[in-house]
């Protein structure tokens, strides 16, 4: 019989978009491969990639005792059904529900994949702050069991968990992110007329789009000839969502261009100049992978994540977080600057290339399964 590799994570839709590549390749492999997620909009999609999709209802955000230890017991259902060979969990609930119920099934190959690390590491918020002790709490007994690997996507989460003893550093393992399929984002001149600049992202508050906002409006205030467009739609299931009214506001007031979640990302950022992500914190944003793809320049800031991507005056330009004049003063300065929009842009390109292709990450994960015993 065929190994078998059980992904648990919260939403179908992130699983399509960050690892549903890395599952297919391990299922024509050899691997049967299971994912266990809530099903939305994109149950087809993973059946259709030959994936066995088993449904969980579980919330990204919920913390009433009561369901979440129905979900508990949901998982450890699963988990007694399937028997898998390895479990690859992703984000931190399914780590923390999987490494604990991997332990009482006696499940010894885990793989655990924090990502982005979340709302609670992101947010500055009252709830974020008052949850974070519990979960570093929680990080300390199951982010690292005896005989788990876990995956960072950037440097730096990955040296800060070392460095705080939460992570065996035998155990880590960095493989940067969900990787970019370079054949689907071709280098194309610049269109002409307007500089239009981009964001990319889910309608969160943490991923910056409050500053972006107000850079724009700064600008367009210096009567800036420059289109400045959103993309992406509001995630309901986190605490940083930002509302639909918020956004239909900002439309109305004219400072951005609200498209909504849409699909054509290659052609949108094929018809833009510039790609602007000013996150609080990242794993590995999937967004300035492909704007680097695509051969244009990115101005985000200098956190965790999104400096893994861009490295200040060769590929984008670099600013602190939550620093609205100093984004909207690099967002001119590449505005102005058509040559070195276009220099920075090669420079994103070849750096797609040679280091985060899909193929490369798609190697990694395949290695890390193959090799699985050397993490013990």
Excluded at 10 to 23: K, P, V
Excluded at 36 to 60: F, N, S, T, W, Y
Excluded at 100 to 125: C, D, E, H
Excluded at 185 to 203: Q, S
Aim: glycine letters at 6%.
């Amino acid at each position: 019989m065929n190994k078998k590799i059980l992904y648990l994570i919260t939403e179908d839709w992130f699983f399509c978009s960050h690892f549903i590549e890395r599952a297919v390749a391990a299922r024509q492999s050899g691997y049967d491969v299971v994912v266990v997620a809530r099903e939305g909009v994109h149950g087809k999609q993973i059946r259709d990639a030959g994936l066995r999709l088993v449904p969980l209802e579980i919330q990204r955000r919920g913390i009433n005792p009561f369901k979440e230890m129905a979900t508990i017991f949901r998982v450890l259902r699963i988990y007694r059904a399937e028997r898998p060979d390895i479990v690859h969990h992703i984000a931190l609930k399914p780590i923390f529900y999987g490494s604990f119920i991997a332990r009482l099934t006696g499940l010894k190959n885990i793989v655990n994949a924090p990502v982005g690390m979340g709302f609670i590491f992101s947010s500055s918020s009252v709830l974020a702050k008052s949850l974070r002790p519990f979960v570093n709490l929680a990080m300390r007994f199951l982010l690292n069991p005896r005989g788990s690997c876990v995956v960072f996507e950037n440097q730096d989460d990955l040296n800060d968990a070392i460095s705080t003893d939460r992570v065996r550093q035998s155990d880590a393992v960095l493989i940067r992110g969900a990787g970019i399929n370079l054949d689907a984002f071709p280098v194309k001149e610049e269109p002409t007329g307007k500089v239009t600049v981009v964001l990319t992202a889910r309608m969160l508050w943490d991923k910056g789009v409050g500053e972006y906002v107000a850079a724009a409006r700064l600008l367009l205030q210096r009567q800036t000839q420059a289109r400045f467009l959103l993309v992406g739609a509001p995630d309901i299931g986190n605490p940083a969502a930002i509302s639909l009214q918020q956004l239909e506001d900002w439309e109305r007031e004219k400072v951005i261009e609200w498209l909504g979640h849409r699909q054509d990302i290659p052609e949108i950022l094929s018809n833009s100049h510039i790609v602007c992500l000013p996150s609080y914190r990242e794993g590995l944003p999937k967004s300035l992978l492909e704007a680097l793809a695509a051969g244009r320049p990115v101005v985000t800031t200098d956190v965790p994540g999104c400096r893994e991507v861009v490295r200040h005056e060769e590929n984008g330009l670099l600013v602190p977080p939550k620093e609205v004049l100093l984004l909207a003063e690099a967002l001119a300065r590449l505005i102005d600057d058509a040559d070195l929009r276009r220099k920075q842009g090669r420079k994103g390109r070849q750096r797609a290339e040679q280091e985060f292709s899909s193929q490369e990450v798609i190697g990694a994960t395949l290695d890390l399964y193959g090799r699985y015993d050397s993490c013990r």
